[in-house]
């Protein structure tokens, strides 16, 4: 069982999400005034009662963000290895029940990926599967990751949680990163959308930080899947849970994402919508809290309110993003709809979003770490 335990406290979960009605102006205007903000200052920014307060935080998230990153926006893109799953989740399109075109790529195809993707300039490269560790787990991974890390100065990767020893394994090939979204901490909403597969198992999923701390894996990328649950109280379980594992693995860095719900194949309606309004007060809140934290938006986003969004707190951002294998060295648009995982609105080229980011006066970054710097 992991250290982390607030998830299973009983009641725990009912007492925070009932808290939010009883936040007052005085503990909102308390919170944007302390310079080291607490779990209770998270609670109050993001509460209905800091709804008036948005463009105070959006001035503090501002300032906090460009003294800590300056003018540099961080880009990055996703490359889909599989779309294979063992899983069933009510809100995705790679689901195993879901009768889509299933397709793994080979070394072949990975190395036609990179060619294609390092033409558009990207260093860091996020590999993406489903969930099947027979067919694509570590005898695939092995091959794969030499391979691909021989293009790009930043590699992370979002698959199924694996072992201590096998992220270990993994760091050796030049694994920099790893996302592990929880999706949700409430275990009987997970329960509620995750019907079949070894993702089932909350707590081995919930213990997958400690087991890349532990790994020494360089960053650590948390996240849940607004919409699934009430978002206030997911938020505030995710800040606990952020802040136990700087307590435990301070070695390792952070970055939170910001997924919301967004249509897939048989995928189910958004039940517990948050709107973009509280989605830009979540991000300065995100930012208030913790001035040193990657906070990353995908292309699931709109241009418009990535644009918005790109000077409040945002840090690292994806583009011109293909949720399919083979989506950029393919140039078949109904292929890539029929395997993608999930439908992104920002479908602008990586030049159209440079350009928008410059003219916000950010700087675009492709490589910020070089690993030489390690030893110096
Ligand atoms: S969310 Fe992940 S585990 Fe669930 S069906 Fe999609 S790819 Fe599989």
Redesign the pocket.
Same mark, same amino acid.
């Given at each position: 069982m992991s250290g982390f335990n607030a998830p299973f406290e009983p009641l725990l979960w009912d007492d925070i999400h009932l808290g939010f009605g009883k936040i007052k102006a005085a503990d909102v205007e308390r919170a944007l005034a302390n310079p080291k903000r607490t779990i209770e200052d998270f609670i109050a920014l993001i509460s209905p009662a800091a709804a008036p307060y948005l463009e105070p935080m959006a001035q503090q998230a501002y300032a906090l963000t460009r003294q800590r990153f300056g003018h540099a926006m961080q880009l990055f893109v996703p490359l889909y290895l599989s779309?294979l799953?063992a899983?069933?989740?009510t809100?995705?399109?790679?689901?195993?029940s879901n009768a889509i075109k299933r397709k793994t790529l080979s070394l072949d195809e990975i190395e036609q990926e990179c060619v294609a993707i390092k033409q558009l300039g990207f260093e860091h490269i996020l590999l993406v599967? &489903?969930?099947h560790k027979t067919k694509v787990g570590m005898d695939y991974f092995r091959q794969a990751l030499p391979k691909i890390k021989g293009h790009f100065a930043h590699l992370g990767m979002e698959v199924?949680p694996l072992s201590q020893a096998e992220y270990a394994e993994l760091n050796q090939l030049g694994l920099d990163s790893v996302l592990v979204y929880q999706e949700t901490y409430h275990p009987a909403s997970y329960a509620q959308h995750?019907l079949k &597969?070894n993702?089932q198992d909350f707590a081995f999923r919930l213990e997958t930080p400690d087991r890349l701390g532990r790994a020494g894996i360089d960053k650590i990328g948390l996240g849940v899947l607004l919409g699934l649950a009430d978002w206030r109280t997911d938020s505030v379980m995710m800040a606990m849970h952020l802040r136990y594992l700087q307590k435990h693995y301070w070695r390792s860095r952070y970055s939170v994402g910001f997924p919301r719900l967004r249509p897939c194949a048989g995928g189910l309606e958004q039940i517990q919508a948050i709107s973009d309004r509280e989605l830009v007060q979540l991000i300065c809140a995100w930012r208030l809290f913790d001035p040193e934290l990657e906070l990353s938006l995908s292309t699931r986003e709109s241009p418009a309110f990535r644009d918005q969004l790109a000077k409040l707190g945002i840090t690292t951002m994806s583009a011109e993003s293909r949720t399919q294998p083979g989506g950029y060295a393919s140039g078949d648009i109904h292929v890539q709809t029929a395997l993608e995982?999930f439908a992104t609105e920002d479908k602008r080229s990586v030049s159209q979003i440079t350009q928008a980011l410059m003219e916000q006066g950010l700087q675009p970054v492709w490589k910020d770490w070089q690993p030489g710097y390690a030893s110096q």
């Open positions: 779309n799953c899983n069933d989740c809100y995705c399109g790679f689901s195993m599967t &489903g969930e199924q995750h &597969g993702k995982q």
